[in-house]
């Protein structure tokens, strides 16, 4: 299915006919969680939606959500089936020559090899999925950290004023 304003799997292929694809897979159901765990993060910072940054992030989640899922709700039996065909449609489209498809325990060997790259010497391959800390302070940094020091400027600002039209007046 064709996500509306979006430019599908075979339009991106042909429009970057060198392009390689990595086609990341997760077992379904461990997937399932961590999305889950990114949904209830989301969700925890909707209080925070008054902030310019955050409302904008979160339409953007909504309205993505929306079109992935079908429009419909994302239980997890719903939500596999559309990981597994999304997962399918790749491996469907995809010359294989162009394609790789990874787990990240496979660690740097076959992603440098595809990439026609040298395994990094020394720098062990990133596999940890912190999960929700690690969400909750990007959320943080990025949507919360900017409006609080507006906030600050804002409030030092009117401090500023107040004192010179009381030293003034």
């Known amino acids: 299915a064709r996500l509306e304003g ?3 799997l075979e339009e991106l292929l042909a429009a970057f006919p060198d392009a390689k694809v990595i086609l990341t897979e ?9 999305f889950e765990t990114l949904q209830q993060t989301t969700d925890s910072f909707r209080k925070f939606r008054f902030i310019p940054r955050a409302y904008r992030f979160l ?9 992935v899922f079908d429009g419909r709700q994302r239980d997890r039996r719903h ?3 559309v990981f597994n065909r999304h997962n399918q449609q790749v491996r469907d489209s995809v010359p294989p020559d162009r394609l790789l498809v990874f787990r990240v325990q496979q660690g740097w060997e076959p992603l440098c090899k595809f990439l026609g790259r040298e395994v990094p010497a020394g720098v062990p391959f990133p596999h940890l999925n912190e999960g929700r800390e690690t969400l909750a ?4 940094e990025r949507l919360l950290q900017p409006f609080a020091r507006q906030v600050l400027v804002a409030a030092a600002v009117i401090v500023a004023v107040g004192l010179a039209w009381w030293w003034f007046r």
């Open 6 to 8: 979006k430019v599908i």
């Open 26 to 34: 997760r077992e379904p159901d461990r997937w399932y969680d961590s």
């Open 59 to 67: 339409r953007f989640v909504d309205r993505l959500l929306d079109q």
């Open 79 to 81: 939500s596999i089936d």
């Open 137 to 140: 302070r990007l959320a943080r």
